[in-house]
């Protein structure tokens, strides 16, 4: 290790490396132990506030928001190390004037979640999700359970970073014509550049939400953009939940305007039980939700842990 770790060991001090959600890996777990002291802790916020004073860096996912107060309260924190993409759970200004550096992860979770995106907007199209109840009860009926076919469809991205060209890719080896929406990406070979959003909205028979979660895109997909859309087209969100008014797209789908939506992000998460996207996801077979899974792969999950402990071990040296 560096001069600053051994010197650390040395005076007979480890850095306390606080690791705050579970899916690590023994072997990932066994290289922080080598550069400091591993404590289990919680993304509760009570466990925060108790655990965070006493560590030197911090091992999270997205289920731990780390917010303005959690931050100052933390005086010895050096680093926050995110098994994230988007690190909109962590107050960037707080980390900034605390002198803590904040790692996230660059391009682990791109593959993965394109798929995820892939198989939610199959899962609309050939209405999977719809018929297993249907199934499961000992019925058929085949008729009723035509589906849309994506080739030949117009699939609208908005924002068009890793995942989003990973989308694009895969709907195009779909068969499907490619929009884009991203005021800071030039064009792209195969994909057609929308100048406004509301001009992929009218055009999409499907609208795949990848931007990072900014003060410009909270709330970009509302009522007024909902109803842009075209009458029976799919929406898809693999991003982050606060893009997208949950609310409108509830009142898109009761109305027909939204022939199915497929959520994978929420503006709360977990899910609470008693959201309405729930009670409608009982009673209708037209929106689908998965519980953030978009990297949730076993190769992700250990490609992520990985390099994040690579991080870990490379601010300590």
């Known amino acids: 290790m560096g001069d600053y770790l051994t010197a650390m060991k040395r005076g007979g001090y480890w850095p306390v490396i606080l690791v705050t959600e579970p899916a690590y890996f023994k072997s990932v777990l066994s290289r922080l132990r080598r550069v400091g002291r591993v404590q289990a802790g919680s993304p509760a916020r009570r466990r925060l506030a108790g655990d965070l004073p006493g560590a030197d860096a911090a091992v999270v996912r997205v289920e731990t928001r780390l917010d303005r107060r959690l931050l100052e309260g933390a005086p010895r924190l050096r680093l926050i190390a995110s098994a994230t993409t988007g690190i909109d759970h962590i107050d960037l200004d707080a980390a900034r004037r605390g002198n803590i550096r904040v790692l996230h992860l660059h391009g682990t979770h791109t593959i993965p979640t394109a798929e995820h995106t892939l198989a939610l907007l199959l899962a609309l199209a050939r209405r999977v999700a719809e018929v297993q109840p249907v199934m499961r009860a000992g019925g058929w009926n085949r008729a009723r359970w035509i589906g849309t076919q994506i080739s030949g469809k117009t699939i609208g991205i908005v924002g068009l970073g890793r995942i989003g060209r990973a989308v694009a890719k895969l709907a195009r080896a779909h068969g499907m014509v490619v929009l884009a ?9 195969g994909i057609q550049m929308c100048r406004r959003l509301q001009d992929l909205l009218r055009r999409s028979d499907v ?9 410009e895109t909270r709330g970009m997909i509302g009522a007024r953009e909902l109803r842009l859309m075209r009458r029976g087209a799919f929406l898809v969100n693999t991003a982050r939940g606060a893009i997208a008014d949950e609310r409108a797209i509830l009142a898109a789908l009761r109305h027909g305007r939204l022939g199915g939506a497929a ?27 998965t519980p953030h899974l978009g990297a949730s792969t076993h190769e992700a999950v250990e490609a992520a842990a990985a390099e994040i402990a690579r991080g870990v071990e490379r601010f300590f040296s």
Not at 184 to 189: A, F, N, Q
Not at 277 to 285: F, P, Q
């Open 181 to 189: 929406y991203d005021p800071y990406v030039r064009g792209r070979r």
């Open 207 to 215: 609208v795949s939400i990848h931007a990072a979660l900014t003060a």
């Open 263 to 289: 959520l994978d992000v929420f503006s709360t998460e977990p899910l609470p039980a008693g959201s309405p996207l729930r009670a409608y996801a009982r009673s209708r077979g037209n929106l689908i939700l």
